[in-house]
């Protein structure tokens, strides 16, 4: 989820945070650089694996659970992810795990329906007050502002 989150922030938290480019391979789920260079990832800290086949993301290490790889050429950049994001991460997860998916009510296509004599309407997001151009609200749009903060443009 985080990847999510970053990617849509287009914000890694990595400036003034150490950046790793070379060759790197997975064993036994924890991913190492072929130049015996300590990137000094410490316990529970975020960092980026970019050019994995099977890694690619945001991780935590001491938590995460790597794909064994063979040696691929990437990046490993360490983050310094705000205590308060992965605070409104864990809120996010919760919506998503009750309102988006599929089967949800937040992700019908439908703004009315009618069965016998029972109707209804609902209002779904998008800014438009003309319900046909709606679109559902996916999390983006429910925690858009809280999520300001840390967007980049």
Same mark, same amino acid.
Request: cysteine-free.
């Given at each position: 989820m985080l990847?999510? !989150?970053c990617?849509?922030?287009?914000?890694?938290?990595?400036?003034n945070?150490?950046?790793?480019v070379?060759?790197?391979?997975?064993?036994?789920?924890?991913i190492?650089s072929?130049?015996d260079?300590?990137m000094?990832?410490?316990?529970?800290?975020?960092?980026r694996v !970019?050019g994995?086949?099977?890694n690619?993301?945001?991780w935590q290490y001491?938590t995460?659970?790597?794909?064994d790889e063979a040696?691929?050429?990437?990046?490993?950049?360490l983050?310094a992810?705000?205590?308060?994001? !992965?605070?409104l991460?864990?809120?996010i997860k919760n919506?998503?795990e009750?309102?988006?998916?599929?089967?949800s009510?937040?992700?019908?296509?439908?703004t009315?329906?009618?069965?016998?004599?029972?109707?209804?309407?609902?209002?779904?997001g998008?800014?438009?007050s003309?319900?046909?151009?709606?679109?559902p609200?996916?999390?983006?749009?429910?925690?858009s502002?809280r999520?300001a903060?840390w967007?980049? !443009?």
């Open positions: 990847t999510d !989150i990617a849509y922030l287009r914000n890694w938290f990595d400036s945070q150490p950046k790793f070379g060759q790197f391979a997975v064993e036994d789920g924890a190492f072929y130049d260079e300590d000094g990832i410490q316990l529970g800290q975020y960092y !970019i994995s086949v099977f690619d993301g945001v001491g995460d659970n790597l794909k040696a691929f050429d990437g990046a490993v950049w983050m992810v705000p205590s308060g994001l !992965i605070d991460m864990g809120e919506w998503q009750k309102y988006g998916g599929v089967d009510s937040a992700m019908s296509p439908f009315s329906e009618s069965f016998a004599e029972y109707s209804y309407t609902k209002a779904k998008g800014t438009s003309d319900s046909s151009s709606a679109t609200a996916g999390w983006q749009d429910v925690f502002a999520l903060r967007k980049k !443009i």
